[in-house]
């Protein structure tokens, strides 16, 4: 099945039951566990998460309920975005270990719409750096020459979306850690304003 494509254009898919939402995320988990090695976008995965929201999602379009815009989408947030229950250690080995008792509020919306959280993503410790080579889990490659950098600090978010490891992802940008990656995979990355 191709995944690759706009969000848009697998919510049609998943409301017209053209695929279920259960099948959409095998795909994408499939698919992170035969590439994620060589891109070494994700540094967590979170199989069991992604596929109990799935399953909560088929529910609701058996029942004819309407989807929300993201509500169903595989997707994947960068490693310094709290959620609660799940290791988040901004790609730190000071970190290492630590489980949030709470959700950022960005996924704390995105969580209540039945997003689906594939895993957590590759980033610059910290987010301080612009390659996405500084961190504890090694480099995130480049979906486009995996030889090169992914960018950063939000190296693996661009990573995992242009590699078709994730339908989108949120990453965190200051000084241009959404738009670098972005532009160096071949993307289009936003920084709200």
């Given at each position: 099945?191709?995944?690759?494509g706009?969000?848009a254009?697998?919510h049609g898919?998943?409301?017209s039951?053209?695929?279920?939402?259960?099948e959409?995320?095998?795909?994408?988990l499939?698919?992170?566990?035969?590439?994620?090695?060589?891109?070494?976008?994700?540094?967590?995965t979170t199989?069991?998460?992604?596929?109990?929201t799935?399953?909560r999602?088929?529910?609701?379009?058996?029942?004819?309920?309407?989807?929300?815009?993201?509500?169903?989408i595989?997707m994947?947030?960068?490693?310094?975005?709290?959620?609660?229950?799940?290791e988040?250690?901004?790609?730190?080995r000071?970190?290492?270990?630590?489980?949030?008792i709470?959700?950022?509020?960005?996924?704390?919306?995105?969580?209540?719409?039945?997003?689906v959280l594939?895993?957590?993503?590759?980033?610059?410790?910290?987010?301080?750096?612009?390659?996405?080579e500084?961190?504890?889990?090694?480099?995130a490659?480049?979906?486009?020459?995996?030889?090169?950098?992914?960018?950063g600090?939000?190296?693996g978010v661009?990573?995992?979306?242009v590699?078709n490891?994730a339908a989108?992802?949120l990453?965190?940008?200051?000084?241009?850690?959404?738009?670098?990656?972005a532009?160096?995979?071949?993307?289009?990355g936003?920084?709200?304003t």
């Amino acid at each position: 099945m191709k995944t690759h494509g706009t969000v848009a254009r697998l919510h049609g898919m998943l409301e017209s039951r053209k695929i279920s939402c259960t099948e959409l995320t095998k795909v994408y988990l499939s698919a992170v566990g035969r590439d994620n090695a060589a891109l070494n976008a994700y540094v967590k995965t979170t199989p069991e998460t992604a596929l109990e929201t799935a399953r909560r999602v088929d529910e609701k379009i058996a029942a004819g309920q309407p989807l929300a815009p993201l509500e169903g989408i595989p997707m994947t947030l960068k490693d310094n975005i709290s959620t609660k229950g799940i290791e988040t250690t901004c790609c730190s080995r000071m970190l290492r270990g630590y489980v949030p008792i709470y959700d950022a509020t960005v996924w704390k919306i995105l969580k209540g719409q039945n997003a689906v959280l594939l895993g957590k993503t590759n980033m610059d410790e910290f987010a301080m750096g612009s390659t996405c080579e500084n961190s504890c889990f090694g480099g995130a490659g480049n979906p486009r020459d995996p030889g090169r950098v992914a960018g950063g600090s939000s190296g693996g978010v661009a990573a995992a979306v242009v590699g078709n490891l994730a339908a989108y992802g949120l990453g965190s940008d200051t000084g241009g850690s959404i738009r670098e990656p972005a532009s160096f995979c071949g993307a289009v990355g936003f920084k709200p304003t």
